[in-house]
């Protein structure tokens, strides 16, 4: 088992900047790849950033260039640093952790709010 905590979400103005950080616990010998999902209201889940064990990293075209996605070596944290925000940015964003022999997420953190408004 894996728990997620996710913290750092918030209120920010367009263009402002917000780091979401994801801490970690469990059995996280087992994990693959780390990412970042988002929720909006009325909208379906989607990928923000994703990255690898190895340090493999895959961006959403719509975060491309303005988010970054690190790790711990230890697997133990993943973070998300974004940049030039916008009001479309604004969603409920969650950590989820993948294991080995899976395709899709199997473990998630509790979700983060983050508004990007005047």
């Known amino acids: 088992q894996v728990q997620l905590v996710e913290s750092g979400g918030g209120l920010v103005q367009p263009g402002g900047s917000l780091r979401l950080s994801c801490l970690a616990s469990?059995?996280?010998?087992?994990?693959?790849?780390m990412g970042w999902y988002r929720q909006a209201p009325g909208k379906q889940r989607e990928l923000v950033a994703t990255?690898?064990?190895?340090?493999?990293?895959n961006y959403s075209n719509s975060t491309k260039g303005r988010f970054t996605i690190s790790k711990s070596i230890a697997k133990d944290t993943v973070s998300l640093q974004m940049s030039s925000l916008e009001p479309e940015d604004t969603a409920v964003y969650y950590c989820?952790?993948?294991?080995?022999?899976?395709?899709?997420?199997?473990?998630w953190g509790q979700g983060t709010q983050v508004t990007v408004s005047l």
């Open positions: 989820a952790y993948t294991t080995w022999g899976r395709f899709e997420p199997d473990y």
């Open positions: 469990g059995n996280l010998f087992s994990i693959k790849a």
């Open positions: 990255i690898r064990e190895g340090g493999t990293i």
